[in-house]
């Protein structure tokens, strides 16, 4: 399937999503490999570049999630302008009751105080409305033990000033409960979620301005 295209309330920044099968999805990110050429992946994130293999048939490869995770989800990219900043799945489970931010990855040539801060001011709200209109009770997000810190720092209100963003809807994660240690596929994680059945959650979606452009 095609993408569509949405604006957000930021001139220079757009949302283009997919739903399976993720054809052309599976283009873009296949011409951004290059992403883990970058020092901070190789060094860093080696590990993790397995999960975001095209060709493998394992269970917690990108393309099984193509494949089988994502059919009743999306996938979705964030460009500034013409760049990709980053993207990831919107992953539904539980029997439709449950949207879980799945696959995130990052462009590592872009501003990372700027990816940081879109993707809780733009990006997660962005999910939280698509989980919504898809009638999901919850969205979760998660962080392995690898990344306990950020986990701790978001859910103590403790993250940095520099890799914050002032905008219209950076106060989200104070909305959400930080349930710490989850199981979530056979994995230790930690997790945060945000209720949708809240009575002011319909108002707040009114005001996302992701507006259909293509």
């Not at 980053?86 to 449950?98: A, C, P, S, V």
């Amino acid at each position: 399937m095609a993408f569509a295209t949405y604006s957000t309330y930021l001139p220079d920044y757009t949302i283009k999503v997919e739903t399976y099968p993720y054809t052309e999805s599976r283009l873009l990110i296949k011409m951004n490999e290059y992403w883990w050429e970058h020092p901070q992946r190789k060094i860093k994130h080696a590990q993790t570049k397995s999960n975001y293999s095209l060709e493998s048939e394992e269970t917690n490869s990108l393309h099984y999630s193509f494949k089988e995770k994502l059919k009743t989800g999306n996938f979705s990219f964030l460009y500034h302008n013409e760049d990709i900043v980053g993207y990831q799945g919107l992953l539904i489970m539980d029997n439709g009751e449950t949207a879980l931010c799945h696959r995130m990855m990052s462009n590592p040539y872009h501003s990372f105080t700027k990816q940081l801060g879109l993707w809780t001011d733009i990006y997660m709200t962005w999910q939280i409305k698509c989980a919504y209109e898809l009638g999901c009770k919850q969205y979760k997000i998660a962080w392995n033990s690898k990344n306990y810190s950020r986990y701790k720092s978001h859910a103590e209100g403790t993250i940095k000033s520099r890799l914050k963003f002032n905008g219209r809807n950076s106060d989200i994660l104070q909305k959400f409960n930080w349930l710490g240690k989850q199981m979530l596929f056979h994995v230790e994680q930690y997790v945060a979620v945000f209720d949708l059945s809240q009575d002011w959650i319909p108002e707040f979606i009114n005001t996302l301005e992701y507006k259909l452009i293509e």
